[in-house]
């Protein structure tokens, strides 16, 4: 009963923080959307690549998006494509926030040589702009296909820029009183960065992760798009890529949707994950959460 209670309390909480934030609300229903729509597509969306019906239809009921150049519905392409999208930037987010967090809490914590070398390989870095290192990497190995190798290539170009924010928080809290009284005590430092610190900047590490979200999507389309890693004709760059190639998307209204759609796919998730990223600190934090349980 108790477990119970407690389960109620912070559902009801939760509730009251979307009703508060409807910014978060529909950043929340879009992004909800846009994973239901990956996950479902194979089942509720005919796959249909031999165009059937007439080129370049306008946007109805029927065709959400329109066709394109050789009849097939836009928006089903934009539903199978989101899967690879998502996955992918799901994958290269997840292993550059491990990198950064790896890096930049050891940094932070222990200083000294640590740091010094840990902030030099952070600054390199720093130094080298990503899509074109991504772009010379992925062309350069096999397997570039494969989304865990993608995701570590991801990561192995855009953890620094993270790893450098999380390190800077966790030199600012291990001056506090408290950390200050575990070192005196003999507690580990390793045990105090995982104990005390990381919990304390975990809502910072997930906002760091929503941005690099954002940040391997751009990636991902920029290399499909460029032709560096093979993925269907389906991908988001892809489509971008043909339509401003192969189809007068840009010479005259006709294919213009064949371009906007994955373009106006790109920009409302971007936008939902920026909303869910300005209000998830409100969920986490204790200090900005009571305004709401005092309610």
Known sequence: MKGYRSINRKVMLFLK?????PIFTVSLLIVSAYILIAILAPYIIPLDLTGKNPPYLPPSFQHPFGTDHIGRDIFMQIAYGSRDVLLLAAIGAGFTILFATFGGALAG?????VDTILTIIIDVMLT???LPLQIVIAASIRGAGN????GLVLAITSWAAPARSIRSQVMSIKSRDFIEASRCLGVPKIKILISDILPIIMPYIMVCGLISFISAI??????AMIGVIPWSEMNWGVMINIAANYTPAL???RGIW?????LIAIVVLQLAIVGLSNTIEVIFNPRLRERYETK
């Open 128 to 130: 080298i702009p990503s």
């Open 17 to 21: 923080i979307c009703k508060g934030n």
């Open 251 to 253: 010479l005259s209204f």
């Open 109 to 113: 914590i222990y200083g000294g040589i």
């Open 147 to 150: 989304p865990i190798i993608l």
């Open 218 to 223: 751009y990636s991902i389309v920029g290399l």
């Open 258 to 262: 064949y371009l906007l759609a994955p």
